[in-house]
């Protein structure tokens, strides 16, 4: 370009064709030459454009020197520079665009006057300092923001953090994301409508100065206020750290709030962040209603201090052992209805109100000089409320040992002295009981018993005494004074009621004191049994008398505790197991009867020797009916080898359930057994044989604690007759058992274990007949049966406490009748052309005779003795069967299969195996 340029004078292009290195002291600089380099001139630092021409530099600025602009002038940068000695702007303008970079991307920034217009480039930067001017249109990346006045239009990116310092202000327009947090150390941080404080989580510092958020809504990670002011919009934080300053923006957000140091923090907004609020030390001052979240926990401990300074808050939860300054403000705690302790000062003429549903215990002394209110929940006092006047609303209650100013008991209020024990709660001034309050008085059996001391009067409109009894043993007549009242007692209560069963309560009034009575009255134990077996238990535990545990421990107890108390002396464990023994001695019975039915298998062809009937009408091969040799030769393929003798074996598990009769209480049991045997064939038509075997049955009563075991060893003989197609089989049994038992007896101020093991036996008669009719590839044979099970208890004591017992032997006998059909079908083919045998069974059972079986019960300790019932064995019930025999050998098979009954109180499953083997 020549001189002759026809560019006018203020706007000048430094187009180079040549680069002239210089070395001006230690700065070695490139700078383009041409007709008007003049506007831009090199120095020892570097290149200097401080003139008042337009420039642009259109060729890279290079070297270790820096480039500086003052002036009024404009320099425009287009080119890649690689200078390294950073650039400072302090008039005029200074641009960038396009391709055009503020040196190498860690030298510094310096902008103390004009503007840096970023032309929507990006610079990358070392650390960037503001003292006046304007950075503007772009973003700027840097490891450091020092800035002290002026304004940033521009994004502010990278990792560094940003720093006020200085008295100035610096407004922030930019859309910024720097990750290394924001601190205000003095002057003012100013936030636009757009600019934003770096990163979201990004930490916040104001240790001096004012952070004025201009209205916005800003994000940002930790903040910290160690001095100063946040003022002018929302801050959404992760956590509020604040020691000293004053808050006067909006805290929001799920953060939670801390003030420690000793400074004193000042909130002027209705915050609504949701985390917890704790103060630790120093001051917390409330500037406006609502400056404590409503749904926050508020926690003042040791040299913390909250001071509402007459504004009104609610806080969900009140903690901690610091001090709490109410001035004439309200303060509502508790709304989250959970239990919290404060033991700490609460000072001022203004209300406490105690809402929610949880307990707000205060333990610590409170000069308080205005009121309390229990709006809702529990208050519990142990410490000294001051001159405080307390009223308590319907629903809540007032509890403790401390002191009150005055106290006032709305209707449907109540008011409980102590707590955990019986206590004495003092009021300085007057009591009041309106009509429907309660008074909930705590006695023991030592004539101690809750007491409320007033200061001043009495004044009784109605209410309720509600006697709470603990448990001991009470004379005849006991005394206890509820209520002193050093300025009288005026008016009655309306009534008063106790937890006893047992003890009638009355109350009488002298002119400054309010007396209960507790009277033995003449109502038996047994009068407050809700069912045969309470009682037999009532009347049992009465005959003990007085000193004895048991006795004395259900004297004091309500009518629903005596209730309680009486099933659980019951003993109905022992009965219920007589129960458990009938249902074992069933799947015994039918592991025998099993054996004659099925045998070794229905439905072959062959006809006995001898029987004398038609082939159609002969008894088919059935064991243990017809099982003689004959009957075992001609036999084609996929028959049974029948022969003389037969051993089996059979094992069962079953699980069954007893419901309630309203009487006993449920009852669980689980049985396993084996029973092994053999027969022989006595002629055609007879088939006699003899059974050993073993059952272990678990029973358990939940609602009683108590549980036990029953195993029984047993010997059987049984024969099966064939008349023509109807069979009789028929036979007996003998056992002994060992019952062992194990009672947690626990009630209201009474608990005990007890254990006993005793021996038994276990008798049957049974028999069935039935009516063989064999179909086309089915058999079908309808039968009715019978059966008489006796079984014989032993004596015995339970070894335990007072609440252990001993049982008389008693013989319980029920009998049985079942009528029903069963069915056999044969599927041929399979393994050596030995078929298998598909089985069922179906009818009904009914039970007659001792159903309901009791046991004669007295305590070991003495006294008379009462029948106890356990749960019944079910009077009807339907009975099913369904399995399968399959024929491994011609002289054994092996059967599996499913049994049950099911009843209108009771249910019984199982699963059976057996194995049969002839020779």
Known sequence: MSHASS????SRLLATTALLPLILGMAAMTVPVGPAHAACAATTTGLACDGPDDVTLASSVGGSGGLSKAGTGSVTLSAANTDAGGTSLTAGTLSTTGAGTLGVPDAALVVSGGRLDLGGTTQNVGLVRLTGGTIADGTLRGSVYDVQSGSIDAALTGPGPLVKSGAGTVTLSGANTYSGGTRVDGGTLQLTSTGRLGAADAALVVGGGTLDLGGTSASAGPVVLTAGTIRNGTLRGTIYGLQAGTVDAVLSGSGSLAKSGDGTVLLTQANNYSGATTVTNGILRSGIAGALPAGTTLIVAGAGSLDLAGTNQSVAALNGDGRVS????????????????????IDGTGALVKAGAGRLDLSGNSPLAGSVTVAEGRLRVGGNLGAADVSVASGAIIEGTGTLGGLSIRGGGRVAPGYDAIGTLLANGNVLFEAASTYQVKADAAGHSDRIVAGGIATLRGGLVDVQAQAGTYRANTTYTILDAAGGVQGRFAGVTANFAFLTPSLTYADDAVQLHLARNDL???????????VAAGRRAQSLGTGNAVYDAVGPLSTAQARQAFDALSGEVHASAVTALVEAGGLVREAILDRMRWADGAGLTCTPAGSGLPAERAPVARVPLNSVPECGTGLGPGSLDQRVVGLWGQGFGSFGRTASDGNAAALGRNTAGLVVGGDVAASDMIRVGAAAGYTDTALDVPLRLSRGNVQTGFGSVYAGIGLGAFDLRIGGLYGVSDTETRRDVAFAGFRDNTHAAYGGSVAQAFGEVGYRMDLAGLTLEPFVGGAMIRVGQD????????????????????????AGVRAEARID??????????????????AFG????????????GGVSALTRGAPVDRSAVVMEAGLSWVVLPTMTVGLSYAGQVGSRAQDHGAKGNVTYRF
């Open 829 to 846: 083919g399979f393994i050596g052309g030995l078929p298998i045998l598909l089985r069922g069974l179906v009818g009904y059972r009914g």
């Open 795 to 818: 004596a015995f004591s339970e070894l335990g406490g007072a609440a252990a017992l001993a049982g008389a032997a008693r013989d319980t006998t029920v009998t049985t009748a079942t």
């Open 326 to 345: 109410l001035g004439g403000a309200t303060f509502t705690v508790g709304s989250n209805g959970g239990d919290t302790l404060f033991s700490g000062t």
């Open 7 to 10: 560019c006018p004078p203020r």
């Open 524 to 534: 038996g134990f047994d009068t407050a049994g809700a069912t045969f077996n309470g």
């Open 850 to 861: 001792d159903v309901t079986p009791t046991a004669l019960l007295a305590f070991n300790t």
